[in-house]
């Protein structure tokens, strides 16, 4: 009886080897052959992903997707694994993703049912409302004070569907003009090309935190729609799909995301040591609570 448990025991063993030791696919068979995975950074999508003064990327969606790398250098074992910066826009993120030429993006890309037909996300690690930032002189108090106005936005957003779609504006005329990046389309608004940049309420923050007169900017109080923000990865990749899910989830668990929430929207943040004064909303706190990839 002893030796037939025994056997059993080592038929089990070898069983839970094999299992153990799935054959790698995906993103992370590429990265192991290639001994390098790619990120992609926002160059002005304050604080997520952003410039800092040695035009290197930080911001808190590269501090979570750092969290990633390391799972990834720990379930590969490689310690030494190249970790390759590639800027790209909300234009060209989902392409280059696609293409393989990033594995995982890192900014501040809303998780949409849309989007879910061509990628994948990771755990809402933010949530926004969709408004609009106006000058306080312009004497803009909602946004269906912008008919008859010009509005910007940055290309490959979400914001201008999500404005003529809003019960307020969906009659309202107004020409959008475009901005490559967040700074300039703001840029485009404070030198009056346009009367409201309409955006994310933590970017339009940003953006104003960081101009030379930021007591000349308010956000409007209306919402568009509400949205989670998360990494994106290749779609139908589960291997690097669960992976991520790992590794962000034990950040939001473990409490480690409260501090490094804290390090980019109540402190003061690189480069000019500004601090965005944004406490994490009920919406966000759910978020971390419970750790989910839901689209809107």
């Known amino acids: 009886m002893k ?15 094999a299992v153990g ?34 035009q290197q990327p930080i911001g808190y969606a590269m501090d979570l997707c750092m969290k990633i790398v390391d799972a990834v250098k720990a379930e590969l074992k490689l310690p030494n694994l190249q970790v390759k910066l590639q800027p790209v826009t909300s234009s060209n993120r989902i392409p280059l993703l696609a293409n393989g030429t990033i594995d995982l993006e890192c900014g501040s890309t809303t998780n ?33 004070d912008l008919n008859g106005k010009t509005i910007s936005t940055t290309s490959g957003t979400t914001s201008v ?4 779609a809003y ?11 475009y901005g490559k990046d967040h700074a300039e389309s703001f840029l485009l ?43 994106m990865l290749r779609k139908d990749d589960p291997q690097f799909k669960a992976l991520v899910d790992r590794a962000v989830g034990a950040v939001m668990k473990s409490g480690e995301i409260d501090r490094i929430y804290a390090k980019w929207f109540t ?30």
């Not at 030796?3 to 080897?17: D, H, K, Y």
Request: avoid cysteine; charged fraction near 25%.
């Open 3 to 17: 030796r037939s448990r025994f056997v059993i025991a080592l038929a089990l063993a070898g069983l839970a080897t």
């Open 21 to 54: 030791a799935q054959e790698l696919t995906g993103t992370l068979k590429k990265v192991k052959e290639l001994g390098a995975i790619t990120v992609g950074y926002r160059e002005s999508s304050i604080p997520f992903s952003y410039l800092d003064d040695r």
């Open 112 to 144: 949409s049912v849309q989007r879910q037909q061509q990628v994948a996300f990771g755990p809402t690690y933010f949530v926004i409302n969709v408004t609009a930032a106006v000058k306080k002189s312009s004497n803009i108090g909602s946004l269906a």
């Open 161 to 164: 569907p999500l404005f003529k």
């Open 167 to 177: 019960k307020r504006t969906e009659t309202a005329n107004v020409k959008e003009i």
């Open 189 to 231: 608004m404070a030198d009056d090309r346009a009367a409201a940049f309409v955006m994310d309420d933590i970017l339009l923050a940003g953006q104003i935190a960081n101009s030379k007169t930021p007591s000349a900017f308010r956000i409007l109080d209306e919402s568009l729609r509400q949205e989670p923000y998360s990494m």
């Open 267 to 296: 402190s003061p943040i690189p480069p000019k040591g500004i601090n965005l004064n944004f406490p994490k909303t009920p919406a966000i706190e759910e978020a971390f609570r419970n750790p989910n990839d839901k689209g809107v």
